[in-house]
């Protein structure tokens, strides 16, 4: 089983920023994929963005130039890097690890299969 542990959620200032970290058990055969999703009060969950197994990073419009996503693969752990911060940044940041199903011949990844973090609160005040 992989199990993802967040951390680095908290309270910053519109402009602020802040380094939100997920640590990753892997228990798996082949490396997949990684993503952050947020859910703000009220609302569904968003995608904010994707760091494939090659380090190739997308994210969604409203985050792109002011988040980054990177990963340290001998420390097992993920970030997200938030600067200018906004208010409606405010939400609950989960970190998920694609799984794998078998099929002709070969693993594949799927965020169906994956596994899920916590989640960890992020307030951006004005």
């Known amino acids: 089983q992989v199990h993802l542990e967040e951390s680095g959620g908290g309270s910053a200032q519109a402009g602020g920023s802040l380094m939100l970290s997920c640590v990753v058990s892997?228990?798996?055969?082949?490396?997949?994929?990684m993503r952050w999703y947020r859910q703000a009060p009220g609302k569904e969950r968003e995608l904010v963005g994707i760091?494939?197994?090659?380090?190739?990073?997308t994210y969604t419009e409203s985050v792109k130039g002011r988040f980054t996503i990177s990963q340290d693969n001998a420390k097992n752990t993920l970030y997200l890097q938030m600067n200018n911060l906004k208010t409606e940044d405010t939400a609950v940041y989960y970190c998920?690890?694609?799984?794998?199903?078998?099929?002709?011949?070969?693993?594949?990844?799927?965020?169906?299969?994956?596994?899920w973090g916590q989640g960890t609160q992020v307030t951006v005040s004005s």
């Open positions: 892997r228990y798996m055969e082949i490396q997949c994929g």
């Open positions: 760091i494939s197994s090659e380090g190739t990073t």
């Open positions: 998920a690890h694609e799984g794998t199903y078998y099929k002709d011949g070969h693993d594949h990844c799927d965020i169906n299969l994956g596994y």
